[in-house]
T-cell receptor, first 109, second 115 residues
Framework: GQSLEQPSEVTAVEGAIVQINCTYQTSGFYGLSWYQQHDGGAPTFLSY????GLEETGRFSSFLSRSDSYGYLLLQELQMKDSASYFC??????????FGKGTRLHILP | NAGVMQNPRHLVRRRGQEARLRCSPMKGHSHVYWYRQLPEEGLKFMVY????????ESGMPKERFSAEFPKEGPSILRIQQVVRGDSAAYFC?????????????FGPGTRLTVL
């Protein structure tokens, strides 16, 4: 089976940097992805890591260490609009995604 | 290019009634996924379908729930004899059929309330 662990809530200040960690256990592994969901909205794709290392997309970066079954999402220059839930998700095969329970990010002005 | 469409956006049913949720994938997408999300919870995988085929239904409750993706028309998630515990947001996602990782694009969801 699969399981993912991520903090339930994180609080940060506008303009700061925040890191959301994710550890996983899975019987098969193709990659780790991150999705953002605003209250009442649909999840939207942020990033995907299949190989070890850091992937950067604008203010957001995602990191993966397959040997540690660990990844994180890094958000820089936080803006109030970044207040949302962030889900890490593992792909046990290339056509399936299993989501974690999500981390609710609160941003203080 | 329209995104994933779901309807209705909100659905209210009384216990014992049937709920039908519809999902039209993005143009060019042949894979459809259904997820259930309870308040303050993550997305729980229910079922994965391709046209006329159920590929993986390991997350579907064994009773009262069924899904289809016919050759023509939207994918349907059907819940028979609904109970209060079925109240949740149901999201549909679609993706392309290519090798490697395929980003899933989500619809706006159907919020089901069972009275």
């Amino acid at each position: 089976g699969q399981s993912l662990e991520q903090p339930s809530e994180v609080t940060a200040v506008e303009g700061a940097i925040v890191q959301i960690n994710c550890t996983y256990q899975t019987s098969g592994f193709y990659g780790l992805s991150w999705y953002q969901q605003h209250d009442g909205g649909a999840p939207t794709f942020l990033s995907y890591n299949a190989l070890d290392g850091l992937e950067e997309t604008g203010r957001f970066s995602s990191f993966l260490s397959r040997s540690d079954s660990y990844g994180y999402l890094l958000l820089q220059e936080l803006q109030m609009k970044d207040s949302a839930s962030y889900f890490c998700a593992v792909s046990p095969r290339d056509d399936k995604i299993i989501f974690g329970k999500g981390t609710r990010l609160h941003i203080l002005p | 290019n329209a995104g994933v469409m779901q309807n209705p956006r909100h659905l209210v049913r009384r216990r014992g009634q049937e709920a039908r949720l519809r999902c039209s994938p993005m143009k060019g997408h042949s894979h459809v996924y259904w997820y259930r999300q309870l308040p303050e919870e993550g997305l729980k995988f229910m079922v994965y379908l391709q046209k006329e085929n159920i590929i993986d239904e390991s997350g579907m409750p064994k009773e009262r729930f069924s899904a289809e993706f016919p050759k023509e028309g939207p994918s349907i998630l059907r819940i028979q004899q609904v109970v209060r515990g079925d109240s949740a947001a149901y999201f549909c996602a679609s993706s392309r059929q290519t090798s490697g990782y395929n980003e899933q694009f989500f619809g706006p969801g159907t919020r089901l309330t069972v009275l």
